[in-house]
């Protein structure tokens, strides 16, 4: 099973997306965007971006969980993925990340 991007709406006037995995866990999340074209501009990015493994910050909150953001070329963060129990956990996601997220179809269900 490939993953995927749900692009939804979030509250009234704002757009956000998530990267599932085929087993429908959240890989990573997008910012709020005022825009749906600024929504799918993410997914793009995201796209062109999450093969390459110097996009990747590793990162532990201050709860020391572990996480990871996936940047852009210009150092924008495209996404925020979950807290992890583990670095091992953590850096499993950054490989379905990698994995899943050039090919994700996106599923739109801010028509719903």
Known sequence: MSGKYLLHP??????????KAGNS???LSSQMYKAKAGAVSGI???RNNSADEV???RMTSEKN???FVLKSGNG???GTSQMY??????DAGVVSCKENGPTG???DETQK
Do not use: K, N
Not at 85 to 90: D, G, K, P, Q, V
């Open 85 to 90: 129990s583990s670095e091992a956990a953590r």
């Open 25 to 27: 866990q959240t890989i």
């Open 55 to 57: 996009r990747y910050t």
């Open 10 to 19: 979030a509250g009234d006037s704002q757009f956000h997306w998530d990267l």
């Open 44 to 46: 793009e990015s995201c």
């Open 76 to 78: 924008e963060i495209i």
């Open 65 to 67: 969980q572990p996480y």
């Open 105 to 107: 179809v996106t599923q």
